[in-house]
């Protein structure tokens, strides 16, 4: 336990390192370049929240997308709204369009900032523990999950495509206002905004990590292999998959109020079942048995999709899909399986190597051959 | 008083009656051994006290308190720990994280929110001592051998400290020593402790056995000390009409 605990926090460490400092170095602290890694942030914070679930809980949950797309249309409401006050009513454009009179009561909270960030967290993890309570107490699981949550994310997006006087439709919601919190106003275009995107995913994935290390993510862990012998030792299961299964809803709402910030639109493609399986190809492609790791194929998936889709407009896809298959079949705990063999596997030889080392020495004490093997090993 | 109490208890699988009217009753602290050939309902008897099975008839009274109502997770917080007959550990957790699972006093979301740390002091201590697992704190528990498998898990049930304790086979594949030992640690328990003890080999319940239970058929047969038992022709008729293989 405390071994993987150090093995956590290095890798949190490195992760950090890389974050909030090598990425803004190598693109010189530029604005515009960083916006674009930003953006690759957001979508490594949703990839970590599914980690939480899929890789933790083993509830696979193909909705994720839905929950992003509910923080992302929050935090939207409310940057609509400060770009329409000069409209008569404080009415959004397209209401206009679509003969709304007055503004909707469930947009009227909007107006108000604290109420937009609590309800961006808060109703994904609402969504998430009513469809949570049903499935995990019903005793739901595995690829009917799956299907469950597919199903949900297919709804959501539907109704949000379909009422389009209220949310703007498939034209999603544009022309927002910048954010402005507490006196600073968020210019996706800054080296600021992009600490502050990189302020969030850390501190997100921290609290992630903490829970995983809690007892909390041991029970999550007995869960996924036994769920019926942690029932008898008097754990009730429904209530741990509920709460991780929020608890991942709230981070990727979120992740999804950080993505209109970073793009200053939003749109029913974030709810959509392409974006929603991406996620579950960069959770897998990064190791979804690790947060951090997580998070990390998100990223990187991302920036090779903004590399190779600019030569390869169509091809890209059928490279993503390709790179899923060969990850499920080749590293089924991704790249930090392989990555994690390979420490292991130096690790062993590195002490094999001191043995050997410490027995071909010509007798003496146990401690001598002992020493010259450390530093054999150096 | 008694601890335990099943009252015309019974349940059925279609047509089957794998329990049928059985009447059984356990003092605090009693060890109770129950026998009886293949089929006879012995781990369903088991299955319907822990809540893993529900009755179709009859009542579990644990501790004066109705629980035949009870789902599985509530019984457990009443007290009543299992072990099963194949090996149910946690095979991708280290010794030491399945017995912190099993250390399940305070089994709520909260309060596992607030634990960090497995501390290897006192019972924990304790336990892994007595099982000699001591030197494979840190071993996955699929890479431990068939009969530290045994011993994890009895060690995880002294972890949970339940009141009552059922126990299914629990010396199946134990060599003669392993299952000395065991005998020795039941009767330690003995007293503190209720359990409930399902086996087939014989000398192990020579050992730990004070009054046996035998079922056959879903329903109680003879109920004694052992020599009672072995003298009682119709248990003698039961086990020769099933061969005999058990006794």
């Not at chain 1, 006196?183 to 080296?191: L, N, Q, V």
């Not at chain 2, 629980?67 to 099963?84: D, N, P, S, V």
């Amino acid at each position: 336990m405390n071994q993987n605990f150090r093995f956590d926090c290095v890798g949190y460490a490195l992760f950090a390192a890389l974050v909030l400092l090598a990425v803004p170095w190598y693109l010189s602290f530029d604005g515009f370049e960083l916006n674009t890694f930003a953006r690759y942030l957001a979508l490594g914070m949703v990839a970590m929240a599914l980690a939480l679930s899929w890789g933790y809980a083993g509830i696979l949950n193909l909705g994720q997308a839905a929950t992003f797309g509910i923080g992302a249309y929050i935090m939207a409401m409310h940057l609509k709204l400060g770009a329409s006050a000069a409209n008569p009513g404080g009415l959004p454009d397209f209401m206009g369009w679509t003969n709304v009179e007055t503004l909707p009561w469930f947009w009227v909270p909007f107006h108000s900032l604290t109420v937009t960030l609590l309800a961006g967290v808060l109703l994904p993890a609402a969504v998430a523990g009513v469809i949570g309570t049903f499935m995990f107490r019903g005793r739901i699981t595995g690829v009917f999950v799956a299907i469950i949550t597919l199903a949900l994310l297919v709804a959501i997006q539907l109704v949000f495509v379909e009422y389009q006087m209220y949310t703007g439709g498939q034209n999603g919601l544009t022309g927002l206002a910048p954010l402005v919190l507490a006196g600073w106003t968020a210019d996706p275009y800054s080296t600021a905004f992009y600490y502050f995107v990189a302020g969030c995913l850390l501190v997100a994935t921290a609290a992630c990590v903490a829970l995983t290390r809690s007892k909390v993510g041991l029970i999550l862990r007995a869960i996924k292999e036994n769920p019926d012998r942690v029932r008898f030792f008097g754990y009730h299961v429904s209530s741990f998959e509920t709460v991780v299964f929020c608890i991942s809803a709230m981070i990727a709402g979120w992740a999804g109020m950080l993505y209109v910030l970073v793009l200053e639109f939003a749109s029913p493609t974030y709810m959509g079942v392409p974006f929603s399986l991406a996620i579950v190809i960069w959770c897998a492609v990064g190791g979804r048995n690790s947060l951090v790791a997580a998070a990390l194929g998100g990223i990187v998936v991302n920036i090779l999709e903004g590399r190779l889709s600019d030569l390869f407009v169509e091809g890209w896809t059928l490279f993503l899909g390709v790179t899923f298959i060969l990850v499920v079949l080749f590293m089924p705990d991704g790249l930090f399986g392989v990555f994690r063999r390979i420490a292991t596997r130096l690790h062993e030889r590195l002490r094999r190597h001191r043995n050997s080392t410490g027995k071909a020495l010509p007798t003496g004490a146990g401690a001598v051959p002992a020493r010259a093997g450390e530093q054999g090993g150096q | 008083m008694a601890h335990l109490e099943l009252k015309e208890l019974g349940v059925h699988f279609g047509g089957l009656r794998a329990v049928d009217g059985l009447n059984l009753s356990l003092k605090f602290g009693e060890l109770r051994c129950l026998l009886g050939p293949n089929g006879a309902g012995k781990s369903t008897t088991l299955d319907l006290i822990c809540g893993k099975t529900l009755p179709t008839a009859g009542r579990v009274v644990f501790d004066d308190r109705d629980i035949t109502g009870l789902k599985e997770y509530q019984r457990a917080r009443c007290g009543i720990g299992r072990k099963f007959q194949t090996p149910a550990v946690f095979r991708d957790l280290t010794v030491c994280e399945n017995l912190e699972v099993a250390r399940s006093q305070h089994p709520g979301v909260l309060s596992a929110l607030g634990v960090f740390r497995s501390r290897v002091r006192g019972r924990m201590a304790e336990v892994l001592e007595l099982v000699e697992l001591t030197g494979e704190l840190h071993t996955r528990a699929g890479n431990l051998s068939h009969g530290q498998t045994q011993w994890l898990e009895i060690a995880m049930l002294l972890m949970q400290d339940s009141r009552l304790i059922l126990f299914d086979e629990p010396t199946a594949g134990m060599t003669i020593q392993e299952t000395h030992k065991t005998a020795g640690i039941f009767n330690a328990l003995k007293g503190s402790h209720t359990m409930i003890v399902v086996e087939h080999d014989m000398g192990f319940v020579r050992e730990i056995a004070e009054t046996v239970t035998v079922m056959d058929m879903g329903t109680l047969l003879a109920e004694g000390s052992i020599a009672d038992v072995e003298n009682d022709p119709a248990v003698r008729e039961a086990y020769l009409a099933n061969g005999g293989d058990d006794a």
